[in-house]
């Protein structure tokens, strides 16, 4: 029976023109780490396996970038990052609204969100969004205030809503 680093490897080394692929939830998870961990059976296995129990705890939000036709964004703007609460919720507003549109899976550090996440990113304009340092969330401004006063006094949060 393979584990989740067997299917990494299987998928990370296939031949080119194989059009073999892997859950996304895996790729996030495995991509999270570090270049040199992720040939590590025991780092991948543990990094899966919490990635997992994050997500079957509600602690896990998909991010998106509306880009507005390529217009500058900032963070500041209200529209620009979409939340959802479940891959399953952006699929429908895809469907609807960006058919083409990329949601990224991201760890809510330190609780469920309700309602709203506040984000933090240390280079917002730079749209990295599927790179796991771009953002850090937070199920409440106390929390988030709390982690920028020990890593980056000078930081800022954004608040977003969760949708639904």
Known sequence: MSDAFDRWLEWRHKPPGDRRS???????????????????????????????????????????????????????????????????VAERWFKENDPEGVAWEYEVEGGQPHGSVWLYSRDPGSGAIGHPDWAKLYPSIKAAEKWLEENDPTGKVWEYPVQE
Do not use: C
Not at 24 to 39: G, K, N, Q, T, W
């Open 22 to 88: 892997i859950p996304a939830e895996l790729y996030a998870a495995v991509m999270s780490l570090p270049e040199a961990d992720r040939s590590d059976r025991q780092r991948v296995n543990e990094v899966v396996r919490s990635h997992d129990e994050a997500r079957r705890e509600g602690r896990t939000v998909w991010l998106y970038l509306d880009y507005h036709d390529g217009a500058p964004r900032t963070m500041e703007d209200p529209g620009w990052v979409k939340v959802f609460a479940s891959a399953e």
